[in-house]
């Protein structure tokens, strides 16, 4: 079945930027959606950016600030995060929906500060 691997997870100052990565173990081209989840200390996973179909979507707390993309050779997935705030501070998730069900990776911890 499918398998998630996050990294590039770290620790960043204010206003900095961080790329996330997502290896997934198939190949992601028949995927019906690919995104990106985080939850806070304290607080329910949220989503952050979704690709289904022709569209995407980003939670209003992060747009104009993450980009979503795939690499369908590589079979990654990517979330591009600049002006990095405290408030973003999370363990990131990937997930992919397909046919056969919707399949999480373990995550990477991203932190915020100063």
């Known amino acids: 079945q499918v398998q998630l691997v996050e990294s590039g997870g770290g620790l960043v100052q204010p206003g900095g930027s961080l790329r996330l990565s997502c290896a997934v173990s198939?190949?992601?081209?028949?995927?019906?959606?690919m995104g990106w989840y985080r939850q806070a200390p304290g607080k329910e996973r949220a989503m952050v950016a979704v690709?289904?179909?022709?569209?995407?979507n980003y939670a209003d707390s992060v747009k104009g600030r993450f980009t979503i993309s795939r690499d369908n050779d590589k079979k990654r997935m990517y979330l591009q995060m600049n002006t990095l705030k405290p408030e973003d501070t999370a363990v990131y998730f990937c997930?992919?929906?397909?046919?056969?069900?919707?399949?999480w990776g373990q995550g990477t911890q991203v932190t915020v500060s100063s």
């Open positions: 198939e190949s992601i081209f028949s995927f019906n959606a």
């Open positions: 690709i289904r179909g022709g569209t995407t």
């Open positions: 997930n992919v929906d397909e046919w056969r069900g919707s399949f």
